[in-house]
C-alpha cells in the first residue's frame, strides 16, 4: 500500500440511488434526492473518500445510477488513476428512482444477465472496470453451479479483471467455501470475496480466513450493520455504545476499527453518504482496540438467522 492510502474503501450503495435499507437516510439526505442531487452528492463523498487516502470504490449495477456517477467523477479527476474499481452483476435496480415502490432490485444471476450487465458496466466504466462480483452469490441462486457461467467469468478473468462474489444471508460462509472450490482451465475463478461482517454478525469469519489463505482478497461490507452500529442509531447494541464511549471514540469507528482488525481483511467498506461520515469512518484506521474490548465484542455476536430476518425486513427509505 502506498503512504497515505487507507485500508478503507467507500461502496456507493447508499448514496447513488433514493431509497436504500440504511438506518437514519431522513436525516442524513432529506428530501433533496433527485438525480442531480444525488450526482452531486456522490462526488463530493468521493472526493472526500480520495482526500482521505480510499483507494478502492465499489459500485454495482444494482445501485442505481452508481456507475453512471462514478464514471462521470473519473471523468472530471484524471489524478485519480491509481483507484481501482470494483462492481457488481447479478441485480438490477427497478426502483424507477423513487421511495414508494413495492421493490427496488430484481436478482437474476443466469449467463444472459451476466452477458448483458457486464457490457452496461463496460459501456460506463471501460478499462477502469478492475473487479466484478458475482452480487450476492447464494448456494440456491445456481451461480456457483452453472459451468456455462464459469466459463464466461473465465474469460473476463483471462482478460484481466478479478472475478469475484459478494455474499449476504445467514448461510454466507457456505457461497464461500463452495466458490473457493470452482475453477476454470485449472485455476481458481473467485479471488476477491465481499462479505457481511461486523460485531452483531461474525459467522462468515472462519470461511473468510480459508479464503484469505487460498489467496482471495476479503472486502468487508456492512461493518456498521446498516446504521445500527453509528452514532445516535435508536437499534444499537447498549454496551457497543458505552465501550465507544469509554474510548472516547464514536461508534462507526468502533466497528469499523473491529472489522480493520481482522487478520483476513484487506479493504473495508465505507458507505458513507456525505463528508463528515467518511472523515469519521476513516479515521477508524488510526483506532488500535484492546484486547478486553475485542472480547466484549464478540459477546454482541447475534444468532445469525435472527440478524438476517431483522434485516430483510427493514424498510427501504
Known sequence: MTAGTTRLGIGLAAVARP???????????GARRGVADLRARTEAVLDAAYAAGIRYIDVARSYGRAEEFLAGWL???????????????????????????????????????????LAETAALLGPRLAVYHVH??????????????????????????????????????DAVRRALEIEVDGTRLFTSVQSTWNVLEPSVGPALAEAADAGARVIVKEAVANGRLTPGALDAPPRAVELAAELG????????????????????????????QVASNAAAAGVSLPAHVRTELEALAEDPTTYWSARSARTWA
Not at 431509497?19 to 439526505?29: E, F, K, N, P
Open 19 to 29: 431509497a436504500y435499507i440504511t438506518s437514519g437516510r431522513a436525516s442524513d439526505l
Open 136 to 173: 450476492s452469490a447464494t448456494l440456491d441462486t445456481g451461480a456457483l453451479d452453472d459451468a456455462a457461467l464459469h466459463r464466461a467469468l473465465g474469460k473476463l478473468r483471462d482478460h484481466g479483471v478479478r472475478v469475484g462474489l459478494s455474499t449476504s444471508g445467514p448461510a454466507q460462509a
Open 249 to 276: 471514540i464514536p461508534l462507526d469507528q468502533l466497528a469499523i476499527a473491529a472489522a480493520l482488525a481482522q487478520p483476513w481483511t484487506w479493504r473495508v467498506l465505507s458507505g458513507a453518504v456525505d463528508p463528515a
Open 75 to 117: 471523468a472530471h479527476h484524471p489524478e485519480a488513476d491509481d483507484v481501482e474499481i470494483g462492481s457488481k452483476w447479478g441485480y438490477r435496480y427497478v426502483g424507477e428512482w423513487r421511495l414508494d415502490v413495492p421493490v427496488h432490485e430484481v436478482k437474476d444471476h443466469s449467463l444472459a444477465a451476466f452477458t448483458e450487465q
